[in-house]
């Protein structure tokens, strides 16, 4: 560890970040020449090459990608142990940095508030509502201590995930289109209908056009893309363009003014959302918060089912 300084560290954090030597240095304040021969002193020091050049800037190598991994897993282990020491030594106050996706802010935010406060007056909470990716390498990071969005196919590495809710999805429409009389659809008389959905990535337009492809289905022809719900939701309302929104986006009462949302069979539950925490030390507030979701949200899963 004597042969690591912190300036390099960030310089090398700060590149792999940018994927430009121009803009990181920019970042930094220091000229790109001077940010340049400093990373290849360090790449000097411990013998291995860290960035390659291509078309587009600079990106990692292998022995980059190792080497920033293990810059991560030692800041996470070091935030630890600092949370751990906090909490030991104030009691119960504790640090909550709660991450969520806006479209399930709502019900998650009702939840804990303000049970959450009630219980841990000396508490410090923060809640931020950002984007999936966002919030993943936010929490690799120590920016969050716990995250509530959609479960993907894999979590990331040192994460862990377990499930807080299914979550239905609807087909929206404005009012006054040619479906919005429909009490219930099915996937097949969707497919000749436009349709906007968010981008490629986004989990819940994977779950859904696997839907279509597994039973057969031709996809519904995309002709808008968009990345925020909010304005996937405008649109609908000004167009014939048809789009999902989940269960949570209910509670919106500017949707409810302008859309109608109808259910979908085969949309019953089909996007789990997860409790994210990263492996190590969690703090006792952080802990209280997760065992208040899962009571709640395990309530009102069984006030649904019950007859």
Same mark, same amino acid.
């Given at each position: 560890?004597?042969?690591?300084?912190?300036?390099?560290?960030?310089?090398?954090?700060?590149?792999?970040?940018?994927?430009?030597?121009?803009?990181?240095?920019?970042?930094?304040?220091?000229?790109?020449?001077?940010?340049?021969?400093?990373?290849?002193?360090?790449?000097?020091?411990?013998?291995?090459?860290?960035?390659?050049?291509?078309?587009?800037?600079?990106?990692?190598?292998?022995?980059?990608?190792?080497?920033?991994?293990?810059?991560?897993?030692?800041?996470?282990?070091?935030?630890?142990?600092?949370?751990?020491?906090?909490?030991?030594?104030?009691?119960?106050?504790?640090?909550?940095?709660? $991450?969520?996706?806006?479209?399930?802010?709502?019900?998650?935010?009702?939840?804990?508030?303000?049970?959450?406060?009630?219980?841990?007056?000396?508490?410090?909470?923060?809640?931020?509502?950002?984007?999936?990716?966002?919030?993943?390498?936010?929490?690799?990071?120590?920016?969050?201590?716990?995250?509530?969005?959609?479960?993907?196919?894999?979590?990331?590495?040192?994460?862990?995930?377990?499930?807080?809710?299914?979550?239905? /999805?609807?087909?929206?429409?404005?009012?006054?289109?040619?479906?919005?009389?429909?009490?219930?659809?099915?996937?097949?008389?969707?497919?000749?209908?436009?349709?906007?959905?968010?981008?490629?990535?986004?989990?819940?337009?994977?779950?859904?056009?696997?839907?279509?492809?597994?039973? $057969?289905?031709?996809?519904?022809?995309?002709?808008?893309?968009?990345?925020?719900?909010?304005?996937?939701?405008?649109?609908?309302?000004?167009?014939?363009?048809?789009?999902?929104?989940?269960?949570?986006?209910?509670?919106?009462?500017?949707?409810?003014?302008?859309?109608?949302?109808?259910?979908?069979?085969? /949309?019953?539950?089909?996007?789990?959302? $997860?409790? /994210?925490?990263?492996?190590?030390?969690?703090?006792?507030?952080?802990?209280?918060?997760?065992?208040?979701?899962?009571?709640?949200?395990?309530?009102?899963?069984?006030?649904?089912?019950?007859?």
């Amino acid at each position: 560890m004597a042969t690591l300084f912190a300036a390099e560290i960030e310089y090398i954090l700060r590149c792999a970040e940018e994927k430009s030597f121009g803009r990181a240095a920019s970042k930094l304040g220091l000229s790109q020449p001077a940010l340049t021969k400093a990373v290849q002193r360090f790449e000097k020091r411990i013998g291995a090459t860290l960035f390659e050049r291509t078309t587009r800037g600079v990106e990692l190598t292998e022995a980059g990608q190792v080497l920033l991994q293990s810059v991560y897993s030692l800041s996470a282990k070091i935030d630890d142990v600092i949370e751990e020491a906090r909490d030991l030594s104030n009691g119960q106050t504790g640090l909550l940095r709660l $991450g969520l996706i806006p479209s399930i802010s709502d019900p998650v935010i009702k939840a804990l508030f303000p049970k959450l406060m009630d219980e841990r007056p000396a508490a410090t909470l923060k809640v931020e509502l950002e984007s999936i990716d966002v919030l993943m390498r936010g929490l690799q990071n120590s920016d969050y201590s716990l995250v509530v969005c959609p479960i993907g196919d894999e979590p990331p590495t040192g994460i862990n995930v377990e499930i807080l809710f299914r979550e239905d /999805f609807f087909v929206i429409v404005r009012k006054g289109h040619p479906l919005a009389e429909k009490q219930q659809l099915h996937l097949e008389e969707l497919t000749d209908w436009n349709w906007i959905r968010t981008e490629r990535n986004e989990i819940s337009r994977k779950i859904g056009e696997r839907l279509f492809t597994s039973r $057969g289905l031709t996809l519904p022809k995309s002709q808008v893309e968009a990345t925020n719900q909010s304005a996937i939701m405008t649109i609908v309302s000004r167009t014939d363009l048809i789009g999902f929104a989940s269960h949570s986006s209910l509670h919106s009462l500017e949707a409810k003014e302008r859309l109608v949302f109808i259910p979908v069979e085969e /949309f019953k539950a089909i996007r789990p959302i $997860g409790l /994210f925490t990263r492996e190590g030390y969690v703090s006792s507030v952080t802990k209280r918060a997760v065992e208040i979701l899962k009571a709640v949200f395990s309530e009102s899963k069984e006030s649904k089912e019950s007859p």
